[in-house]
């Protein structure tokens, strides 16, 4: 435990040196590090108390460093890393001390260098604590992080806000939680509705009351498919809104979604 604990402090303080430069290859060798600072059900039983809480410390130092300039829903090989990291780690970040934080933080002027500070870290251990409460706490952190205030209600996610475009919205709320998700997007003068699962995606607009639907297959995304300017991309599939098609009630039984509901609030 000792040993890691070493080895970790060590690799903070080349990071502040700049030993990586620019080459990104750090964020694989941080993410190793923090693999290996989980402690075992052993470490746990038999560690002075002083030491978790070191480790507990340095594994949330580590989670802010990979997530500088990556978050936990991308697709760039940063996000991926951090992601990974974060899903192996952050319930013993949860418990990081401040106090103990700030003995390992390192502060450096030099090119290069890579720090992390004291408020990246406690937005670490926040949402790890938020998610130890929440399963739902980091996606809604990371809607949050796009301007997007959502809560999930009875299944479906529900987006409000003052933006323009609302299917725009539901596209980029849609493509940050994944498949499978219903998303309903409005603001005071319109919605949207997305019922997405595998590589079905229906859509439904309060301005255009009829169902589409399209086909999504990687690497195309909700918001890749809905974000242009050119209206609503073209599909023979088009249904009214009552009765709905056979896929619509597919998707809206498969995630669990009452449709009558679903369509009064469109309207």
């Known amino acids: ?8 402090r060590g690799y903070l303080k080349l990071l502040a040196a700049g030993v990586w430069g620019v080459d990104a290859g750090w964020r694989g060798e941080v993410r190793d590090l923090v693999h290996a600072l989980r402690p075992s059900e052993e470490d746990q039983a038999g560690t002075p108390g002083e030491q ?6 340095l ?7 990979l997530l500088q300039e990556a978050n936990l829903h991308g697709s760039a090989g940063a996000d991926l890393t951090a992601k990974s990291a974060w899903d192996a780690t952050q319930e013993w970040a949860a418990f990081a001390d401040e106090s103990v934080v700030d003995r390992f933080l390192v502060h450096s002027t030099q090119l290069h260098a890579r720090v992390a500070t004291e408020s990246q870290v406690q937005g670490v251990v926040e ?8 399963p739902n706490a980091e996606l809604v952190a990371a809607l949050e992080a796009e301007g997007l205030h959502a809560e999930l209600m009875d299944a479906v996610w529900v987006v409000e806000g003052d933006f323009r475009t609302p299917l725009r919205a539901a596209a980029r709320a849609a493509t940050i939680i994944g498949s499978p998700c219903v998303v309903l997007a409005r603001n005071t003068k319109k919605s949207t509705v997305l019922l997405w699962r595998d590589s079905v995606l229906a859509m439904a607009d309060s301005a255009v009351p009829r169902w589409r639907v399209y086909r999504i297959v990687p690497p195309t995304t909700p918001q890749s498919k ?10 023979r599939d088009i249904f009214p809104l009552a009765p709905a098609p056979e896929q619509v009630r597919a998707l809206a039984d498969q995630a669990g979604v009452q449709l009558p509901m679903l369509l009064a609030a469109l309207r």
């Open 52 to 57: 978790l809480d070191e480790l507990y410390a």
């Open 59 to 65: 594994i949330a130092i580590g989670l802010a460093l």
């Open 1 to 8: 435990m000792a040993h890691r604990i070493t080895v970790a």
């Open 127 to 134: 949402l790890a604590m938020a998610a130890a409460d929440d």
């Open 226 to 235: 809905f974000g242009g300017g050119e209206g609503l991309p073209s599909t």
